[in-house]
């Protein structure tokens, strides 16, 4: 059974630029979240998507956007990057419906805008 | 006031000891509570995870849960070093999307 895996693990930008990020989800889940960690804090909810469509999003800007793909895997896309957007990334996978608290997270992505 | 909240530490006990992590909520609609462990720089790792109220025990993890107070916890029996990690609790409604995140308790188990 293969993990969730994201990449790139490290990120620098800078203010004002635009960012992609990756993630693979566990082999056999069909649903990917996203949260932000900043230092010190627990995740915050990003979005979730289930069948390639945003199935609910937390409290963050349209400037946060994502995709999924057929094979479930997903993309993180932030635009005019902000200081306060650096932060460790992470995708979390799970199924859905009755199984969907059970989210396995990924080892993060790192992101440093300055 | 956050809807989940979870003392930061840093706590620090030695090696054997039992260690005690808790967490309040405000949010009675909450069903579902997971324990995640978090190593230096990478992901959360689940642990446990407790439906509604009652205990649910995993090796030397035990998870209690109690809705009334609206108050988890989650115990380390015979601690070791390698259980040094920060320790998030989160929590869902049923059928939601997201789940909701205390700040994670630092610990640190000295040999």
């Known amino acids: 059974e293969t993990g969730v895996t994201q990449s790139p693990t490290h990120l620098i930008k800078t203010r004002g630029q635009q960012v992609t990020l990756r993630c693979s989800s566990q082999s056999g889940h069909n649903t990917v979240s996203w949260y932000q960690q900043a230092l010190g804090q627990g995740p915050q909810f990003i979005f979730q998507y289930y069948r390639e469509e945003e199935n609910g999003r937390g409290n963050f800007p349209p400037r946060f956007s994502g995709l999924q793909f057929p094979n479930y895997s997903s993309e993180l896309n932030v635009n005019a990057l902000e200081l306060d957007d650096s932060a460790l990334y992470l995708c979390?996978?799970?199924?859905?419906?009755?199984?969907?608290?059970?989210?396995?997270f990924g080892p993060g992505t790192r992101l440093t805008v300055t | 006031q956050k809807e989940v909240e979870q003392d930061p530490g840093p706590l620090s006990v030695p090696e054997g000891a039992i260690v005690s992590l808790n967490c309040t909520y405000s949010n009675s609609a909450f069903q579902y509570f997971m324990w995640y462990r978090q190593y230096s720089r990478k992901g959360p790792e689940l642990l446990m995870y407790t439906y509604s109220s009652g205990n649910k025990e995993d090796g030397r993890f035990t998870a209690q849960v109690d809705k009334s107070s609206k108050y988890i916890s989650l115990f380390i029996r015979d601690s070791q070093p390698s259980d040094s990690a920060t320790y998030l609790c989160?929590?869902?409604?049923?059928?939601?999307?997201?789940?909701?995140f205390g700040q994670g308790t630092r610990l640190t188990i000295n040999p």
């Open positions: 989160a929590m869902s409604v049923q059928g939601a999307q997201k789940l909701v």
């Open positions: 979390a996978s799970s199924l859905a419906g009755p199984l969907a608290h059970e989210q396995y």
